[in-house]
């Protein structure tokens, strides 16, 4: 075998021990996109105002682990609902299960319709993780910072339940 056939192969044994696929219960046909929602409590803040929510995010997942985030809302407190998501069908927040571990969005943005500390946050990329306990599945999101000075913090139970397999 050529030092070139070895090569090749070792990358594409490398791509492939680094791709990670979704399993979803049930599974849609042939990795087909198919619904999914994320809720749970939020904090959303910006300039060091933070609001505690309760956020509902759905979209789509197919078996290749993309995701299309098309519709958010934050409520609960009186406050939550002046942060207004971008997400929509025409407008997905879109993205990618990275690892085992960690999920990217695309596009996230909200805008807080205030008077004071109000704006446009994004749209901008950020990074989540993905925790799977056997029966649940949890995104989480740390302090995520949006250009325009806001963050959301969120751990997020999906349903119906994902696994998240190499």
């Not at 056939?5 to 070792?10: D, I, P």
């Not at 505690?52 to 997942?61: H, L, M």
Request: charged residues 10%.
């Amino acid at each position: 075998m050529s030092f070139s056939h070895r090569l090749a192969v070792a990358a594409l044994s490398l791509a492939a021990a680094s791709a990670f696929a979704v399993t979803i219960t049930p599974p849609g046909p042939g990795g087909a996109p198919m619904p999914f929602s994320a809720v749970g409590p939020a904090k959303v803040g910006k300039f060091g105002i933070d609001l505690d929510c309760k956020a509902v995010f759905s979209g789509t997942v197919d078996g290749y682990g993309n995701v299309a985030i098309t519709s958010a809302s934050f409520s609960g407190g009186a406050l939550c609902k002046v942060i207004k998501p971008s997400a929509s069908l025409a407008s997905p927040w879109t993205g990618h299960v990275d690892t085992a571990t960690q999920l990217t969005l695309d596009n996230v943005a909200v805008n807080v319709k205030s008077p004071i500390a109000g704006g446009l946050c994004g749209p901008t990329k950020i990074v989540g993780s993905v925790a799977d306990n056997g029966s649940e599945t949890v995104i989480g999101l740390d302090a995520a910072q949006l250009s325009g000075g806001c963050s959301i913090s969120a751990t997020l139970s999906t349903t119906p339940y994902m696994r998240v397999t190499p």
